[in-house]
């Protein structure tokens, strides 16, 4: 089945960092998204991506979907401790209808 | 808004066991789904809902695992028998329907554990 690469899987950052995590695919997608999930929660929307070489940004969030539509990145500035979760990527395949694949997600630690 | 709701939140049984879970979703969103997510991986979805009609359950397990949505709003997803493999957080998620810019709102899940 279809698969996206997630980089890096943990990450361990002092509070204030700059912090860039991305995710790859084989496959083109339509569309690309990027979660965050806190413990004992489902997925949180972040940022939504609907064109090739779009970025977007949501606070201190900021997030591109990759010109050759197989990639994109998320970065996230001066980190506060809030910021500590799992980060995950999700793509549409241009053939589908909703179904989203999902990176393996980075797991964030920010130490204050 | 409110948001999708799911119960139980916790859910531990024995293998060969059956279970089910329950999801709300958001109201007036026409798209349910289902997903499983393993400890350690991104979730996986199960089926896909438009309205009461299924659009996609090529990854459901069909021998044991079965859901439905009889009018459109509640969704029931079912294991039965459970196996150990099943240990995992069952997210139910909406949208209002399945078109690029009607993102996914997910709820908590039911974590689910085999014993």
């Known amino acids: 089945g279809q698969q996206l690469n997630q980089s890096p899987q943990s990450m361990f950052i002092q509070e204030g960092e700059d912090v860039s995590m991305n995710c790859t695919s084989s496959?083109?997608?339509?569309?690309w998204l990027w979660y965050k999930q806190d413990p004992g929660e489902g997925p949180v929307l972040l940022i939504a991506?609907?064109?090739?070489?779009e970025l977007t940004s949501n606070g201190r969030l900021t997030a591109q979907f990759g010109i050759t539509r197989k990639d994109s990145f998320l970065n996230i500035s001066a980190s506060i401790p809030s910021d500590v979760g799992i980060y995950f990527c999700?793509?549409?395949?241009?053939?589908?209808?909703?179904?989203?694949?999902f990176g393996q997600g980075t797991t964030l630690q920010v130490k204050p | 808004e409110a948001g999708v709701a799911q119960s139980p939140r916790y859910k531990i049984i024995e293998k060969r066991q059956s279970v089910a879970f329950w999801c709300n979703p958001i109201?007036?969103?026409?798209?349910l789904y289902w997903y499983q997510q393993i400890l350690g991986q991104g979730p996986k979805l199960l089926i896909q809902?438009?309205?009461?009609?299924?659009?996609?359950d090529s990854q459901l397990p069909k021998d044991r695992f079965s859901a439905e949505r009889l009018k459109g709003v509640d969704s029931t997803l079912k294991i039965q028998p459970a196996k150990l493999e099943d240990s995992a957080v069952y997210l139910c998620?909406?949208?209002?329907?399945?078109?690029?810019?009607?993102?996914?709102?997910f709820g908590d899940g039911t974590r689910l554990s085999i014993l």
């Open positions: 998620a909406s949208s209002l329907g399945d078109r690029a810019g009607q993102p996914q709102h």
């Open positions: 496959s083109i997608f339509n569309t």
């Open positions: 991506l609907y064109k090739a070489g």
């Open positions: 999700a793509g549409r395949l241009s053939s589908n209808t909703g179904k989203l694949i």
């Open positions: 109201s007036g969103h026409a798209t």
């Open positions: 809902f438009q309205n009461n009609g299924v659009v996609d």
